[in-house]
């Protein structure tokens, strides 16, 4: 929960969420207008889960749009990305490298000819080279594992490190976000991570559920609230010229995970063994942000697959009204 502090900051404030149709950003719209905030909203989705905010298409990837997008805009979350599988980044990185690029460039150089004091920016676990458990330290001590859009997210805080060397925007900040499920989420089985794709697979009455591997490898799943709190916490507080982790700092098997979502709804499922499991273990280190942010995400895994599943059924079909970059380059 956010203190009085945080949100009275906000009161009175304009608000630029971009990507706000996302279930990160839909949370922290949520948060800002309950704040008092005057909220809009950029996106290419066809959704308005929030009747209070101003929505504005726009699309990033155009310097015009951002440059409108920022005008008379006091804070900003820049929040917009492309999430999709392992299968998919592999198959489609220009999907996920060029889109990405050019959004976050255009928007913090929108934001700093603006003069926005404040400003987000969400980049990813993706940015880090492969570990097992990832600190704000290693940072950029090698090649990020998500090789393209791992190289696009540390572009953007690259940018944002060239800012406060010339400029001197401190208040600028970058945080990197772990697994992040929730309300909001893609749920399209073809370019879902494994939260949203198990839910369709579920809901699609798949019997046995057969999950890849044989459950014993180690994720972190987040809840967009909880995330969304961290963000907007680091939009008040900064983040120093540092980087800092947004997650839960807890793992979770993929074993545990399916079997949390068997307790919210029954279904049969099996582990295919002869199937690739992935890194063994992948999993943040979030001491920096409960030290320097006051962070502490508080939703259990099956509150937040409980929240995620019910939200599924009440508004299955919400993804096929989302931009999909995937589909589109095909």
């Not at 570990?131 to 540390?154: L, N, Q, S, V």
């Not at 925007?169 to 879902?192: C, E, H, I, Q």
């Not at 962070?295 to 096929?320: C, F, I, K, Q, V």
């Amino acid at each position: 929960m956010l203190c009085e502090e945080v949100l009275s900051a906000l009161t009175g404030k304009n608000v630029l969420v971009t990507g706000g149709t996302g279930m990160v950003g839909r949370q922290i719209v949520e948060r800002a207008l309950d704040a008092g905030a005057a909220v809009r909203v950029t996106s290419l989705d066809d959704v308005r889960p929030s009747p209070a905010a101003t929505y504005v298409r726009a699309d990033l990837t155009d310097p015009r749009s951002c440059y409108d997008a920022v005008r008379d805009i006091d804070f900003v979350f820049h929040v917009a990305g492309i999430k999709g599988s392992v299968q998919v980044t592999k198959s489609k990185p220009a999907s996920f490298f060029v889109p990405l690029l050019l959004m976050t460039a255009n928007v913090l150089e929108a934001s700093r000819r603006a003069g926005i004091r404040r400003l987000v920016y969400t980049s990813s676990i993706g940015a880090y080279p492969s570990r097992e458990e990832f600190c704000e330290d290693d940072a950029w001590d090698g090649d990020p594992m998500d090789t393209y859009p791992g190289w696009a997210k540390r572009m953007g805080e690259l940018q944002i490190r060239a800012y406060r060397e010339q400029y001197g925007l401190d208040a600028y900040s970058v945080v990197r976000l772990t697994n992040v499920y929730g309300p909001g989420d893609n749920f399209d089985p073809k370019s879902a991570m494994v939260v949203g794709s198990l839910i369709h697979r579920i809901h699609s009455g798949e019997d046995p559920l057969v999950v890849w591997g044989d459950g014993s490898a180690v994720r972190e799943f987040a809840y967009s609230g909880d995330v969304a709190e961290g963000i907007m916490l680091a939009l008040h507080h900064g983040t120093g010229g540092q980087v800092v982790n947004l997650g839960t700092g807890q793992g979770t098997t993929i074993r545990e995970l399916v079997e949390t979502l068997s307790e919210i709804v029954p279904f049969t499922y099996a582990f295919d063994a002869s199937k690739p499991s992935g890194f063994a273990r992948r999993v943040m280190n979030i001491t920096r942000a409960r030290d320097s942010l006051g962070y502490e995400p508080r939703t259990s895994l099956l509150e937040g697959l409980d929240a995620t599943w019910n939200w599924y059924l009440d508004r299955n079909g919400e993804h096929e009204k989302k931009v999909d970059y995937f589909r589109e380059s095909a």
